[in-house]
């Protein structure tokens, strides 16, 4: 899978629609079918499909203190792990780290509609 370097942050896909980013802090965002079993201080989560909410990778990578972001349809399906909820278009601050959400949905997919409040 391919990676970079930026200033010592290192980004990584790891197939699909998941990444790795690492410095202080190992981030992943849609964990899925992972080979990379490093433990996470935080995973972004999409939306609520299984290849973006993968229960079975969140609970490969996930330690006690690590902290799902989410959107509110993953909710019942995260309730075992500590989360926090998101909403598009908005800027939060987490663990010390900055992040906007931005709507995430396709025009011409009746299964990825703007209504679903799901972000990137």
Request: net charge neutral; glycine share 4%; charged share 30%.
């Amino acid at each position: 899978m391919g990676s970079f370097e930026y200033r010592g942050i290192k980004v990584e896909w790891l197939g699909h629609a998941s990444f790795k980013i690492s410095n202080k802090l190992k981030v992943y965002i849609d964990p899925f079918d992972l080979k990379d079993e490093e433990k996470a201080d935080l995973i972004f989560i999409t939306h609520e499909h299984y290849d973006h909410c993968s229960l079975a990778d969140i609970k490969k990578i996930a330690k006690d203190d690590t902290l799902v972001i989410i959107t509110e349809d993953c909710i019942a399906k995260l309730r075992d792990f500590k989360t926090f909820p998101v909403l598009p278009g908005k800027s939060y601050e987490v663990k010390g780290i900055k992040f906007s959400t931005v709507p995430a949905y396709n025009l011409s997919k009746a299964f990825h509609t703007r209504a679903s409040n799901w972000v990137g």
